[in-house]
């Protein structure tokens, strides 16, 4: 479910984490270059560190539950599929799968090079290639690319994927956020209060309803969640990457995309 083997030609950059993606209403909040110039993060307080501990720790639990909730099969026709569905091409196949503890995947251990490698791996098709006919099916327009009828896109799993690196990179501030300016700070909290909605949305929109289960221990007064977890139903991911592959928009055209309402220096 997304560690298995990809194809090594979809690279991404993880600098684009540095990208707004924001609805219109809060980009225009925003200065700046629209494709590098943004960070994701909270404006850390001395007065309320424990707001930001807290905070920490659900932030991590919340991308844990949006990872479960998008890839699990409903019978009926989800939020999620609904759009995807209209992509000719697509690949939506299911397969049994096992989800794991977040200390046996390469996306949550300590930032580096190998786990920065596994998310651009994981995000490499996030920019894809769709039709004029593709997007009026929901009545969307978008940016034009090169090619005949050829326009930007994402698939909503990579929006909220990206979200969750988004606020995985804030975690780690340290390390990927060091010295910010009050500005970027600011621009650092849009950012992830963004990621943060659209996560509690899917989570909500997919309303997963498989069954958490309960234990006692000797340690502990109150009940706690059980170590065994069902057998999911679950998009084969690594099967959805590769069908989008013939879609793939490579990162030097997006690096030379030029805003037409900027000018031609930004």
């Keep these: 479910m997304g560690d298995g083997n990809t194809s090594s030609s979809r690279k991404y950059n993880m600098d684009t984490e540095s990208q ?8 225009d909040k925003v200065q700046g270059d629209i494709w590098y110039r943004f960070k994701s993060g909270f ?3 001395s007065s309320n560190w424990m707001l930001w501990v807290g905070t920490s720790i659900f932030i991590n639990a919340l991308a844990l539950m949006s990872i479960a909730a998008w890839v699990t099969h ?32 390469a996306y949550f251990q300590d930032p580096g090079p190998t786990t920065d490698a596994a998310w651009e791996e994981l995000l490499g098709g996030m920019f894809i290639r769709v039709t ?13 690319l090169d090619g005949d009828d050829s326009h930007l896109a994402w698939l ?5 994927l990206h ?35 659209v996560l509690r949305q899917a989570i909500q929109c997919h309303a997963d309803a ?54 031609t220096d930004m």
């Design 20 to 27: 707004p993606f924001l609805p219109p209403a809060e980009d």
């Design 74 to 105: 409903r019978p009926v026709r989800s939020c999620s599929a609904s759009r995807a569905e209209e992509l000719r091409g697509l690949e939506r196949h299911y397969i049994p799968t096992r989800f794991t503890d977040y200390t046996q995947t």
């Design 156 to 160: 909503g799993v990579y929006h909220d």
């Design 210 to 263: 498989y069954l958490m289960t309960f234990r006692w221990l000797e340690t502990e007064q109150k009940p706690v969640f059980s170590p065994k977890v069902p057998m999911r139903t679950c998009v084969d991911f690594d099967l959805l990457q590769q069908s989008l592959e013939p879609r793939s928009v490579d990162p030097e055209e997006i690096q030379g995309l030029q805003n037409p309402l900027m000018g």
């Design 163 to 197: 979200c969750i690196n988004t606020l995985r990179r804030w975690m780690h501030r340290d390390y990927y956020h060091p010295n910010l300016t009050a500005a970027e700070l600011d621009k650092l909290q849009s950012h992830t209060s963004h990621c943060l909605d």
């Design 132 to 144: 004029t006919e593709e997007l009026q099916v929901t009545n969307q327009t978008s940016i034009t």
């Design 43 to 45: 404006k850390p307080s």
